[in-house]
């Protein structure tokens, strides 16, 4: 099982500010194969990123993803309101899906 | 647009299985390239996978899980299943059915609770 590890547990931070959420892999994850989720309390997730950087239909340009093997980012450039939520990674290989523990941005 | 909807009990008993269906609307169950899944969330918890399949009826399930779940296709009713037998108290959590692009769920239902309790 490659198992997906989320840092920081939960990021405190105003609106305006720079978040950067890592996630790393227990093996090597194909960068076509490395998505991003969102999601907010009593919603399901929202897909922001597939293929490591690319962004889902209606994702804002803030939103950006990066990274490659193990080691994996999740960059919001500048946090509007309701970008405070968790946040997921989530990979496929070897015909088997795994999410990693999430990542929750509180307003600071 | 498409849309997923989960249906099915909210409370199972212990030892008993737990059976839910997603039904799909906006688009056909049947289209080439697709998977179908399921994933779980435990209250205050993460996200679990818990089996996907293609639409041709093949099937991947969790390792954790494999023993206890089938999924299955009913392309005439364009909807999925979901069974997972000997439920306990951890199977308590909110169901989501997901249409997969290969890896990553695109697209999502609302999600159901299903609660595991005498």
């Known amino acids: 099982e490659n198992v997906l590890t989320q840092s920081p547990g939960t990021l405190s931070l105003s609106p305006g500010e720079r978040a950067t959420l890592s996630c790393r892999a227990s093996q090597s994850v194909s960068s076509s194969y490395l998505a991003w989720y969102q999601q907010k309390p009593g919603q399901a997730p929202r897909l922001l990123i597939s293929g490591t950087s690319n962004r889902a239909t209606g994702i804002p340009d803030r939103f950006s993803g990066s990274g490659s093997g193990t080691d994996f980012t999740l960059t919001i450039s500048r946090l509007e309101p309701e970008d405070f939520a968790v946040y997921y990674c989530?990979?496929?290989?070897?015909?088997?899906?795994?999410f990693g523990q999430g990542t929750k941005v509180e307003i600071k | 647009q498409l849309q997923l909807q989960e249906s099915g009990p909210g409370l199972v008993k212990p030892s008993d299985t737990l059976s839910l269906t997603c039904t799909v609307s906006g688009g056909s169950i049947s289209t080439y390239s697709y998977f179908w899944g399921w994933i779980r969330q435990p209250p205050g918890k993460g996200l679990e996978w818990i089996g996907s399949m293609y639409h041709s009826g093949n099937t991947y399930y969790n390792p954790s899980l494999k023993s206890r779940v089938t999924m299955s296709l009913d392309t005439s009713k364009n909807q999925f299943s979901l069974t997972l037998t000997s439920v306990t108290a951890a199977d308590t959590a909110v169901y989501f059915c997901a249409r997969q692009w290969v890896a990553a769920m695109v697209t999502w239902g609302q999600g159901a609770l299903v609660t595991v309790s005498s």
């Open positions: 989530q990979q496929y290989g070897a015909s088997q899906w795994t």
